[in-house]
Structures are given as structure tokens and as C-alpha cells.
């Protein structure tokens, strides 16, 4: 698993990588090619309008009998004075003739600006309101020009045209990125959704990489926990064999209590993983009633006094709070003090001591356990009530248990609606302070 895991993840990453890459090339492969076929429909369309006003421009020539002579002097009064388009027409029928030339190129509803001016340069014949500040920017703005030739002379051999057509379309662009939105976002949508596939991957495979680290220390912890009494109750069991055990009664009560002690030693634990799985389940029914915490306190510090004794450790009890009553289940906020200072127990330090503290803070009943432990640095504070973390002791073998105490303790404070903070510097101890509401009289 530690190596398939990384390669997994690499080859993931890299395909998504590739996906992205060539994501972006299509894209920007569209957006060129939707550019290009759009300047050639505008030219296509310029082309069209120029050749319209030309045979309308044409139709504006005075009417003659057919065969009917053209003097001399009459064709050079045409050339000299014959009408321009800017003459002829308005900025609104100029416009028309346009739109027409864009509808025939599918080009519905785009926007345009144009100028006919007499020369290839910009005069001030005829233009649209905004033409001259497009063309002022002419580098965000690709300008079609077509020149306007004579009626009779062709668009493309003209050699000095008296006027020229100029078209563009503004925000070209924004139009082109407009027309391809639906692609774009596709294209993005569903590179998200693979993005997020790949990370839901990843944390999947994490997630099952910690589950298997877990199982293995709790098997581990597990057979620890087990073998232990089993290998006490078989000694006592044999010695219970021995005929000098078997002759002296007080010898027979010892080693049976022996059995008895680890027995219950064993049962506590299969218990404690069975409460840990109908947690999972939800299965837990609290008995909520109105009960004075400082009783439920007492009835805990019983159960831990043995365990002081016999390391010959310290109790401070300071159990100040003017108000106590609150509502709790006796057993399972028992059990969550106890947890708590056997906790303190398991990670102490010589010279013992565990101060234990109430108060009454507003309508909160306030809990204080400190002790003058090993400690936990910040990323073990942040991971003590997940189930089966157990913290790292260095070289100390003596710490018990399957990592499930805290977790059952978080659980048990959210139960009782309840709220738990911890406080811990390596070395020097740990602070775990619980607060509850206070029941109603």
C-alpha cells in the first residue's frame, strides 16, 4: 500500500494534468478558428454592402432613351460632377443596406460601426456615431475597407477610387468569446467535475490508508490488552495445581482473586469495545434527569483513588460551583470523568498530580481536570477524540488501552449538549475543560 499509494496518485495527477493541457489548446484551437470564421463572414458581408451601394448608386443615374447619344460634353459633366454615395443617401439607408449584407452572412444581430469616406484616408463625409472612436482604437478593432468604384468599373481593378467603405464590428471579441460560452463553461464544468473526482480519490485512498494504520494498532493494542491477563489467569492457574496452594487456603483465595481481578480486567475491555460500536451505530439511549454533577464527580473519584494510592500521586479537589444541577445520564457522565482521570493517570509523570476544579459561569456548569502529565503538542490536541488515535509516548510501553476513551468522552459531552476545549504544553501537563448547562429549578 505505501507504494502502490504514491504511484496511483502520480498517475492520477498526471492524467489530470493532460486533460487540463489539451482542454486549454481545444479551447483556445476554437476560439481561434471561431475568430477567423467570424472576420471572414464581416468581410464577406463588407464585400456584399460595398456592391450594393454601388448598383444603387448606379440606379441614381439619370434616366436616357434607349440608343439616345451621349455628347461629349454631357459624359464629361458625368464624370466631373456625378453623385457620391455620401451624397445620395443618409447614415440610415447606408445603415440598411449594411444590416442586409450581415443577415445574408448570418450575422443577425451583430453590431456595427462604418465610414465612406472620399479617399482611402478618414474624411468627414458620412459616418455612425461611434465610428471614429473604434477607429481610434484601431488596434482592439479590425477595420474592413472596400473601396467604391464608379457605376460601370469593377470593385477590383478600380486604380483611384472616389470613395471607400469602411466597416467594423466593435467589441469583436467579447462577441466571439460570447457565441462560445456554452463549449467554455462545458468544457469547464466537466473538468471540475474530473478535478474533484481526483481529489475525492485521493482522500478516499488516504482515508483507507489511515483506516488500515488504524486496524493495525488497534489488532496490535488489542492482543497487548488480552494476552496480558490471559498470561496472568494461566499462571495462577497453575499455580492453583500446586499441592502447597492447594493446602493453604490463604495461597488458593490469593490466586483466585488473581483470576477474578483479570477476569474483570478483560470483561472492562471487551465492554469498552462493544460501547465503541453501538456508538458508531448511534444505539446509545441516554437516561437524561436532573442530577447534581459534584455527586457524579465524587462517585468518579472513588473509582480512580486506587489508582493513585498506588503510585503514590496527588488529588486536589476544589469543587467550588454554587450551582451543579444539571441534566446528565449518572452512568455515562460517570464513566466520561473517569475517563478523563484515568487518562491522567496512564500519561503521568512522577510525582503525580491532578487538580480537579467546578465553577458556576453564567448558566454553565464549568468542569477543570488538570494534571502535570507528559503533555501533547498541537497536532496531538487536534486528533486526541479521534477513535483509536492514540497519542505517541516515545519509549514508554506502559500506556494501555485501544485509543477509544477520549472519543467515547467527546461523544458523551455532545450527548449532554455539552462542550469540551483542551489545553496541553509537551512536559508540563495537560487541561481539559468541560462546560454544561445548567437544568432549570
Request: aromatic share 8%; glycine share 4%.
Amino acid at each position: 500500500m505505501k507504494r502502490i499509494f504514491p504511484i496511483i496518485t502520480v498517475l492520477i495527477l498526471l492524467s489530470l494534468l493532460g486533460i487540463i493541457f489539451f482542454q486549454i489548446l481545444w479551447i483556445k484551437g476554437s476560439l481561434d478558428t471561431e475568430e477567423q470564421k467570424f472576420y471572414e463572414h464581416v468581410s464577406m458581408a463588407t464585400f456584399q454592402a460595398a456592391k450594393d451601394l454601388m448598383e444603387e448608386k448606379g440606379n441614381l443615374m439619370p434616366m436616357r432613351r434607349k440608343n439616345e447619344p451621349l455628347f461629349p460634353s454631357e459624359k464629361l459633366q458625368l464624370e466631373i460632377f456625378k453623385p457620391t454615395i455620401a451624397q445620395k443617401y443618409s447614415s440610415d439607408d447606408i445603415r440598411t443596406i449594411i444590416r442586409k449584407a450581415f443577415d445574408k452572412q448570418n450575422l443577425q444581430k451583430i453590431p456595427f460601426e462604418f465610414a465612406i469616406s472620399p479617399t482611402s484616408l478618414i474624411g468627414d463625409e458620412i459616418q455612425s456615431e461611434n465610428f471614429y472612436k473604434l477607429y481610434a482604437d484601431s488596434a482592439n478593432n479590425r477595420m474592413h475597407v472596400i473601396p467604391l468604384e464608379s457605376p460601370g468599373g469593377s470593385l477590383s481593378e478600380g486604380i483611384s477610387p472616389q470613395e471607400v467603405l469602411w466597416i467594423t464590428v466593435p467589441h469583436a471579441k467579447k462577441l466571439i468569446w460570447r457565441s462560445m460560452t456554452s463549449f467554455i463553461v462545458g468544457a469547464v464544468v466537466f473538468t471540475l467535475i474530473i478535478v474533484t473526482a481526483f481529489f475525492l480519490t485521493v482522500r478516499a485512498l488516504l482515508k483507507q490508508k489511515k483506516l488500515s494504520e488504524i486496524k493495525s494498532d488497534f489488532i496490535n493494542n488489542m492482543t497487548h490488552e488480552f494476552k496480558t491477563p490471559l498470561a496472568t489467569i494461566s499462571l495462577a492457574v497453575d499455580a492453583l495445581k500446586n499441592e502447597k496452594v492447594i493446602n493453604d487456603r490463604e495461597k488458593m483465595n490469593y490466586f483466585t482473586g488473581i483470576i477474578k481481578e483479570e477476569n474483570k480486567r478483560m470483561n472492562k475491555q471487551v465492554e469498552t469495545i462493544l460501547q465503541a460500536a453501538l456508538l458508531d451505530r448511534q444505539e446509545v439511549q441516554l437516561n437524561l434527569k436532573k442530577s447534581h454533577a459534584h455527586d457524579l464527580i465524587s462517585s468518579a473519584l472513588n473509582n480512580i483513588n486506587l489508582q493513585v494510592d498506588q503510585i503514590d500521586g496527588q488529588l486536589e479537589i476544589n469543587l467550588a460551583a454554587t450551582k451543579d444541577m444539571i441534566l446528565a445520564d449518572e452512568v455515562h457522565f460517570t464513566n466520561l470523568v473517569s475517563n478523563l482521570l484515568d487518562n491522567a493517570v496512564k500519561y503521568s509523570k512522577d510525582n503525580l498530580f491532578i487538580k480537579i476544579s467546578t465553577q458556576t459561569a453564567g448558566n454553565q456548569f464549568k468542569l477543570k481536570i488538570e494534571d502535570n502529565g507528559i503533555g501533547m503538542n498541537k497536532e496531538t490536541v487536534s486528533r486526541i477524540f479521534e477513535k483509536f488515535y492514540r497519542a505517541h509516548t516515545g519509549n514508554l510501553h506502559n500506556v494501555k488501552g485501544f485509543g477509544l476513551g477520549l472519543s467515547y468522552v467527546k461523544t458523551m459531552v455532545d450527548a449532554h449538549h455539552g462542550t469540551i476545549k483542551v489545553d496541553s504544553i509537551p512536559g508540563k501537563g495537560s487541561c481539559f475543560l468541560l462546560g454544561f448547562p445548567l437544568s432549570k429549578p
